[in-house]
């Protein structure tokens, strides 16, 4: 299994740009996250999915920010437009949603900067 | 509002020795914590995780610990190897959300020198 595929690696853009972040979750999750890592917040969710259905968008910071996932090996986080202080490391994370305990599976990494 | 705190953001050690790395959270309905593993330009990989009906866990050199009348765990690492080095996040989940919401502390950056 080659993991949780994320693209671009690395995005530089800027201010008033759209910014589409793609992401592969592993094959068999039903479960797909959004993260935003910034050195003050850590790591904050932003959204997540259940079964391509979202769930939980409540760590969106704004209307500029939106996330879709289409079927279930896909999904996209847009920001329109961005700005810098968006500049960030956005994961996306996959796992199987059943009973018990949820660990999530972790992809690369997308490093946003927003000039 | 930080319901995860990690107040350490760094964290050296020297090789051989233990590493002990905290986490204080404010939910009082979290009942399972995780570390995660970071190292640079990689995604975070899970290392170990408890439940709120342990106080202990074990695995290899990592022990976390879970003392939930002081809101705190901590991940000891004995002994510490320089490979060790890299950034751990402790994050928390409650069974009200289906343990799916993880909520991650800010990190502490581990280094581990020979």
């Known amino acids: 299994d080659a993991g949780v595929i994320q693209s671009p690696r690395h995005e530089v853009t800027e201010m008033g740009q759209e910014v589409t972040l793609r992401c592969k979750p592993i094959?068999?999750?039903?479960?797909l996250f959004w993260y935003r890592q910034t050195m003050m917040r850590g790591l904050e969710l932003l959204i997540y999915?259940?079964?391509?259905?979202?769930?939980?968008d409540s760590g969106m910071p704004e209307d500029r920010f939106s996330a879709k996932m289409p079927n279930a090996s896909f999904s996209t986080l847009k920001i329109q437009p961005s700005e810098p202080r968006d500049s960030a490391v956005y994961f996306c994370a996959s796992s199987f949603y059943g009973t018990g305990a949820n660990v999530l599976t972790f992809g690369a990494g997308s490093r946003l900067t927003v000039l | 509002d930080q319901q995860v705190k990690q107040n350490s953001p760094s964290l050296s050690v020297q090789e051989g020795r233990i590493s002990i790395l905290n986490c204080d959270y404010t939910?009082?309905?979290?009942?399972?914590f995780l570390w995660y593993k970071k190292y640079p330009a990689e995604g975070p990989t899970f290392l170990i995780s408890i439940s709120s009906i342990k106080d202990k866990n074990e695995d290899g050199r990592f022990t976390v610990f879970l003392n939930k009348s002081a809101k705190h765990l901590s991940l000891h690492i004995v002994p510490s190897q320089p490979g060790d080095s890299a950034v751990y996040f402790c994050a928390a989940s409650a069974q009200y959300t289906g343990f799916q919401k993880l909520v991650f502390g800010t990190g502490t950056r581990l280094l581990v020198s020979p």
């Open positions: 999915f259940n079964n391509n259905v979202p769930i939980d």
């Open positions: 939910n009082s309905m979290f009942d399972y």
């Open positions: 094959s068999g999750h039903n479960s």
